[in-house]
């Protein structure tokens, strides 16, 4: 068989992915990771990629010594916390009362590995339904990846099926054959159906709407009945008009680390992202549409944090009764 155009050799993993999600797409992806996933300005959602700004880990580094917090944000980075979240709905079928959704964002492996330590150190024990990972598994936004491959091995080891799985601005796709051979259900612009009993809900994933811009809201919203409860993965809530637009019922993603280094209080001095301030870190409402920022695991620019502790969560489900 002709090889696909555009892709060179080595990338021949990639081709299951090409026949479900289509050549276009992964081609666009690898295009972007070829000649942009280091660029600082005018690519994405922001002008300016902070993430990918070389001088900026020095300096962050050096203005937290002066200040004398770097100690206190090292320890702070490397003892993830466990929150819970309850979502409430008259949507939602009765079966799914109680239904619980563990969900893992920013793992950023290469640069936080002693919070991913205590991470695969505690989750085997937490007790959910299914699993999301809402992106982000290497450090940086270019470069190798196997680190983030053997990383997100050892915490898959810790897992309880099913899990589903979007990649975020970090990621380059070439990730997805190895973290799919793990059994994680990676999703492009897809959409999974879950049952209990008769009853069943409905999980959307798409791709990276920050840097890629390669999400597809309205391709995953046209594949779920109307009035059927609704669940988003989108690596960055950015994109939380149009999935309010679309009937979501709710949107579960990370990105924004809470700001990372936050005043006391959690106030955020920075978000990287284009949102309301209040969207930036757990729970929030958009009209009908219910959303959930993580703050992630791992962090970004350096292992570092103040007043904003890395987590994971536990999101409960309620059926409400108008």
């Not at 300096?59 to 979502?87: F, M, P, Q, S």
């Not at 330590?117 to 982000?136: E, Q, R």
């Not at 053997?150 to 997805?176: C, K, M, S, Y």
Request: hydrophobic share 40%.
């Amino acid at each position: 068989m002709a090889r696909p155009p555009h892709i060179p050799p080595d990338d021949s993993a990639l081709r299951p992915l090409m026949d479900r999600i289509g050549a276009a797409h992964v081609q666009k992806r690898l295009e972007i990771e070829t000649h942009r996933d280091h660029q600082l300005f005018g690519q994405g959602r922001l002008f300016f990629n902070l993430e990918n700004w070389l001088t900026a880990p020095p300096i962050v580094r050096t203005g937290l010594k002066l200040t004398g917090l770097y100690a206190r944000a090292r320890r702070e980075a490397d003892h993830v916390t466990v929150r819970e979240n309850v979502v409430t709905s008259s949507r939602l079928p009765a079966a799914f009362d109680g239904f619980t959704i563990l969900h893992i964002s920013d793992l950023h492996v290469d640069l936080s590995e002693e919070a991913l330590k205590h991470l695969v150190s505690f989750v085997g024990d937490l007790h959910y339904d299914i699993c999301v990972l809402t992106g982000d598994y290497r450090g940086k936004t270019f470069g190798p990846f196997q680190r983030a491959i053997d990383g997100v091995g050892e915490l898959r080891a810790q897992l309880h099926d099913p899990v589903f799985a979007v990649l975020g601005n970090h990621d380059t796709i070439r990730l997805t054959p190895a973290l799919e051979a793990m059994g994680i259900r990676m999703m492009f612009n897809e959409v999974e159906t879950i049952t209990r009993g008769d009853a069943s809900i409905y999980l959307a994933g798409v791709d990276d709407p920050h840097f890629y811009l390669a999400d597809d809201i309205p391709k995953v919203a046209a594949q779920i009945p109307k009035d059927a409860f609704s669940i988003l993965l989108s690596h960055t809530p950015e994109t939380y008009k149009e999935a309010a637009e679309h009937d979501f019922d709710l949107m579960l993603s990370g990105h924004t680390h809470g700001g990372q280094l936050c005043l006391p209080g959690g106030y955020a001095i920075k978000l990287e992202a284009v949102l309301p301030r209040h969207m930036g870190n757990g729970a929030w409402r958009y009209g009908t549409l219910a959303g959930y920022t993580s703050v992630g695991v791992g962090t970004s620019l350096l292992p570092v944090r103040l007043n904003c502790p890395p987590e994971v969560t536990l999101h409960r489900f309620a059926r409400s009764v108008d």
